[in-house]
């Protein structure tokens, strides 16, 4: 009789059965020609196939070679009873071939009991009636079923890999979390700490400007009341010259034209304007250094897709906004803008620098060509022109004795002495001659005092608000004066070169000298 050792070594390793129809693949391995073809099916959608044994791959579906003296070894075991049953197997699955109360040959396949059973266990047996396959094909149904099972737990077990490896990952990642909340607990600390000294800083702005204002205030009070008694003491005279009768009178009375002196009306009207506002541009500025405090912020913290346990600050990269909107909203300056000069504008006697920073004043005619966009002056305008936001640039005017800076509109004149900056109701500048500062627009001119450090010019445009500000950069900034506009154009810098040169500088922002 056939050992179970030896029915061993005759099992297929798919379905753990005697070989049934066995065949060889080229690695040496043997399988039931059904079992490892149906193997082979499952695997044509990746496109690699392997042997289940030994997992040696092949680039194309191997060969079935048919293993003829293997069918011959199992036909002849299969023919010998098993040890300890007396009765016979031929098929796959272990089933007798001999029915044990007919003692006839298994045939068929009761569907209903889920037996194998000869054919007088169909006709007079207790499966008479029921319904009834043929062995094989009751086995290959089985095999379909087991078959669809597979491939489910296959699938089922690749998705069970993959969640082992992201959970392996999540722990290797672990170790990077360790630190999070010191790390962010460090961070807030240091943005609470920066906050508070900026607070500081505009406060102690916000002081240092309110007594300049209130003694200017009161001087203004003071004098528009000397001013209002003189203007109500003419108003009294001329209403009795109006009154009276006697027409030889009237006429000799002295011309009233400077009775009412509108221009120092209007003198007064500027100082009172200027006096009464705390400087909201120096003070925009001061907070504009949140910035310096956002870019400690901007290695970022970023919460890792599909896991609630990790905060990734190694991979910062992006800027949380949403910390400065509030601080933003109202008060806020741009970095400074960077301007180039438009040559094609550029009087005959400037020089542009390569860079199209620098404008020089020459004593050599340049001989350009007469154009609709050159100016007759030495003046020049930049190539860019703003009609919305909040802008500054600087100037540096140490290497000049007679110069303006200031802004236009695009359509301002180019010829005569009209279409100097400050000279029309298009164009506003600061200005310097003859060691006289002054702020000019539309030809009227507002001196200013003469006690003004000289270097460095910062020009700030808020466009929506209608104000062109103009500044000196010294430690502390220094305004010098605001106009309030209603502006219908974009406004481009402009420049006017008496002496020397120019220099629109790089974007550097000064207003970090606050204290």
């Known amino acids: 009789m ?54 040696k791959e092949y680039r194309k579906r191997p060969a079935l070679e048919k293993n003829r003296t293997l069918c011959n070894i199992v036909e002849h075991v ?91 990952e999540c722990r290797r990642d672990q170790g990077k979390a360790a630190g999070v909340t010191e790390t962010v607990t460090a961070l807030f600390r240091d943005i609470r700490r920066q906050l508070d000294d900026l607070e500081k800083r505009v406060l102690t702005e916000i002081s240092r400007q309110k007594p300049h204002i209130s003694l200017s205030v009161s001087d203004l009070i003071q004098q528009l009341e ?28 002295p011309d009233t034209g400077d009775l009412c002196d509108t221009e120092d009306t209007e003198r007064h009207d500027n100082q009172v304007h200027g006096a009464g506002d705390l400087d909201v541009g120096l003070i925009s500025g001061t907070l504009h250094t949140l910035s310096d405090i956002i870019t400690g912020i901007n290695t970022g913290i970023y919460v890792q897709e599909d896991t609630d346990l990790l905060l990734d600050v190694a991979t910062a990269g992006d800027t949380d906004s949403d910390i400065i909107t ?19 504008t550029a009087g005959d006697n400037i020089q542009i620098s390569g860079d199209r920073k620098t404008a020089s004043r020459s004593d050599i005619n340049q001989n350009l060509p007469v154009t609709p966009e050159r100016f007759q002056y030495p003046q020049i305008i930049s190539t860019r022109g703003f009609s ?78 209608g104000q062109l500000s103009f500044y000196f950069i010294c430690d502390p900034i220094r305004h010098l004066h605001t106009y309030a506009a209603a502006l219908t154009e974009p406004l481009h810098a402009a420049l006017w070169v008496g002496h020397g040169c120019i220099t629109i500088s790089e974007g550097v922002s000064s207003w970090e000298k606050l204290p």
């Not at 010829?415 to 600061?430: H, P, T």
């Open 78 to 168: 299969r023919s010998i009873p098993e040890e300890g049953t007396g009765v016979l197997y031929t098929y796959g699955v272990q089933s007798p071939v001999q029915c044990s109360v007919h003692k006839k040959v298994l045939e068929y396949y009761c569907t209903e009991d889920s037996a194998c059973i000869c054919v007088s266990c169909c006709l007079i047996g207790e499966h008479r009636g029921h319904k009834m396959l043929s062995l094989d094909e009751a086995s290959e149904k089985k095999k379909e079923k087991l078959s669809d099972v597979l491939q489910k737990l296959t699938i089922k077990r690749a998705e069970t890999e993959k969640k082992v490896q992201n959970l392996q």
């Open 2 to 55: 056939a050992s179970a050792a030896l029915r061993q070594e005759l099992s297929c390793s798919i379905c753990l059965s005697i070989y049934t129809d066995p065949v060889t693949l080229r690695c040496g391995h043997n399988f039931c020609r059904g079992c490892i073809s149906r193997e082979l099916d499952t695997q044509e959608e990746s496109g690699v196939y392997s042997c289940p044994e030994c997992r």
């Open 388 to 465: 919305s936001g909040r802008h500054y640039w600087e100037v540096d005017v140490s290497k000049s004795v007679g110069w303006r800076v200031g802004m236009c509109y695009p359509s301002i004149g180019r010829r005569g002495w009209q279409a100097v900056i400050g000279c029309n109701n298009k164009s506003w500048c600061l200005c310097r001659c003859n060691n006289q500062y002054s702020v000019i627009h539309d030809s009227r001119e507002i001196r200013l005092p003469e006690n003004i450090p000289y270097g460095r010019v910062r020009v700030y445009l808020d466009y929506e608000a």
């Open 326 to 344: 509030g601080i933003n909203t109202g008060i806020y300056v741009q970095e400074a803008t960077d301007l180039i000069l438009d040559e094609t």
């Open 226 to 253: 000397i001013k209002k008694d003189e203007l109500s003491g003419k108003m009294r005279h001329i209403e009795e010259l109006c009154n009276m009768s006697d027409p030889v009178t009237v006429l000799q009375e």
